[in-house]
């Protein structure tokens, strides 16, 4: 090794430059990496949740279809309720006569 060679030589110092920009690159890949993980699982878990939101609503329409099918059901049976009570009544106020 000559004295050019040494620690303080341009090739050493170019040498130490040249490896910290390597583990700064490798630095950098990894992060990447695991930011590219996360976003993959952010966006499983949007799309997931896209998913519940849609069965839900659908959920949701069938459910508000069948309140409005059993409330017109109950204003039927109140209607025949009202009929049938109008008739005992008519039918009792007739017997007492």
């Keep these: 090794m000559s004295e ?3 620690p303080g030589s341009a090739y050493s110092i170019a040498l130490t430059r040249f490896l910290a920009a390597i ?3 490798e630095r ?3 992060a ?3 930011n ?3 976003n993959a699982d ?3 878990e949007l799309a997931i949740m896209q998913d519940d939101r849609a069965r839900l609503a659908l959920d949701l ?3 508000l279809t069948r ?3 059993l409330e017109k059901t109950r204003d039927e049976v109140l209607r025949r309720l009202e009929t049938v009570g109008a008739g005992v009544a008519a039918a009792l106020g007739r017997r007492k006569d």
């Design 4 to 6: 050019q060679d040494g």
């Design 42 to 44: 952010i966006e499983e």
């Design 32 to 34: 990447r990496i695991e």
């Design 61 to 63: 329409d069938a459910a």
């Design 28 to 30: 950098t890949v990894a």
């Design 23 to 25: 583990d700064q690159l």
């Design 67 to 69: 309140a409005a099918a």
């Design 36 to 38: 590219d993980i996360a």
